[in-house]
């Protein structure tokens, strides 16, 4: 039968920790204020604990073990994560509201989301936040892995250990500068769209809306792959047509600088946007509860 293992003294992995920076045992006892015996003690209990030396002894500097430097990265990962943990302690005494990780797709880092960052932030400015990007698999890592508190995915979506916080879906609605040729027709049909975009910027928003660009398009005119801030960039630039959601080009169309285009027949594309957390997440933080209640607010608000 294996035994469960314990877990490590605080005071033996700064221990470590210290020999490795200062190079000797009387420095790093020195360093923590204890003395000789009591730094070489707090040694051997980790290395009884790891399962053998951790460094070797003799010569005028002391160097790790293949085995210390296999345990050094996880000992200097635990101490991290500990000052971390106690600096946000401190935060909330100080009446800091803490920290927000989050995860998300590069596709969903603009719009509604950002809109909520921005009110979050105004409403907090205390708030540490960090935003981490990433495929909807590399979402899914952080959140088995615990580094972010929820993600926001592209839809459709689902994973058994993964439960739904929020699903919005838009609509994707063709656009161009005001100026561009198709902006002056009352009705653009989808060989219109494909031949007279000069060019068509198709952004993969979706499995649905990546099969029909790639099926309704493909004329002789080029399609450019881009990805949808460049899309937006370069439509605010008068370049070219693309299938955004109003709440990405809110800025554009509030100003007249963007246009929908009347397309018809419609297709009916979507981008479908997914909040998720793990399971075992259980109770969200103040922050997380917060954001997420911008982020409803925000949704409910779309056209």
């Known amino acids: ?69 296999n345990f050094a990265p996880h000992a200097r990962q635990a101490l991290q994560a500990m000052a971390a943990g106690l600096e ?42 960090a935003v981490h990007t990433g495929h909807n698999q590399q979402i899914v890592e952080m959140l088995h892995e615990g580094f972010i508190q929820f993600g926001l995915v592209t839809g459709p979506f689902f994973l058994p250990e993964m439960q739904t916080i929020l699903q919005v879906r838009e609509p994707l609605i063709a656009m161009a500068h005001a100026n561009h040729p198709l902006a002056r027709q009352q009705q653009v049909s989808i060989a219109e769209l494909a031949a007279r975009s000069d060019p068509f910027f198709a ?22 792959e881009v990805p949808p801030q460049t899309a937006y960039d370069l439509l605010i630039n008068g370049i070219g047509t693309a299938f955004l959601t109003r709440s990405f080009a809110r800025h554009g169309l509030q100003t007249g600088t963007l246009v929908e285009l009347g397309l018809h027949p419609n297709p009916n594309l979507h981008r479908e946007s997914v909040v998720i957390q793990h399971q075992r997440t259980g109770t969200l933080s103040t922050a997380a509860n917060e954001f997420l209640r911008i982020l409803r607010e925000e949704t409910r608000s779309l056209p």
Do not use: C
């Open 1 to 69: 039968m294996e035994q469960e293992a314990r877990p490590l003294d605080l005071n033996q992995l700064q221990a470590f920790d210290q020999i490795m920076l200062q190079g000797s045992f009387s420095k790093a006892a020195r360093r923590l204020n204890i003395s000789q015996p009591s730094i070489s003690l707090r040694i051997q209990a980790l290395e009884q604990e790891v399962g053998g030396a951790l460094f070797i002894r003799g010569g005028q500097r002391l160097q790790l073990t293949e085995l210390g430097k």
């Open 203 to 224: 952004i993969d928003w979706s499995l649905e809306a990546r099969y029909w660009q790639a099926h309704h398009l493909a004329t002789q005119q080029a399609i450019v």
């Open 88 to 129: 946000s302690a401190q935060h909330t005494l100080q009446g800091r509201k803490g920290q927000l990780m989050l995860g998300t797709s590069p596709t969903q880092t603009t719009g509604f989301f950002a809109t909520a960052l921005a009110r979050l932030y105004r409403e907090q400015p205390e708030l540490d936040i």
